[in-house]
Nanobody, 127 residues
Framework: QVQLVESGGGLVQAGGSLRLSCAASGRTFNSYAMGWFRQAPGKEREFVSAISRLGGGTYYADSVKGRFIISRDNVKNTGYLQMNSLKPEDTSIYYC????????????????????WGQGTQVTVSS
């Protein structure tokens, strides 16, 4: 198993930046593909970005493409989501997720494909 803990959320003005972190403990982090999702009040959870277990493959939702950057440091057992040019509509609770994966290049964009989830971190973007 792997345990995930997000951090780095907060309140930021529109146009600002935040970097979320997802610290993993437990089994070897480089055995897991990772993703970021978000959920705003009254809305369904939505995919944000995903990265393969060694970081060679990444994918973004259209709504964040060009503004967000997903990365990971398998030595530090930590995943990151750099969020730039933030908009009020980015306001959500952000969750990181992981699933065991053998393939080095595969990533996942559906929430049901992930087995492990963090508790979430709130991101609020003011206009």
């Amino acid at each position: 198993q792997v345990q995930l803990v997000e951090s780095g959320g907060g309140l930021v003005q529109a146009g600002g930046s935040l970097r979320l972190s997802c610290a993993a403990s437990g089994r070897t982090f480089n055995s897991y593909a990772m993703g970021w999702f978000r959920q705003a009040p009254g809305k369904e959870r939505e995919f944000v970005s995903a990265i393969s277990r060694l970081g060679g493959g990444t994918y973004y939702a259209d709504s964040v493409k060009g503004r967000f950057i997903i990365s990971r440091d398998n030595v530090k057992n930590t995943g990151y989501l750099q969020m730039n040019s933030l908009k009020p509509e980015d306001t959500s609770i952000y969750y990181c997720a992981a699933r065991g994966e053998y393939s080095t290049g595969r990533y996942y964009i559906a929430d049901y494909e992930y087995d492990y989830w963090g508790q979430g971190t709130q991101v609020t973007v003011s206009s």
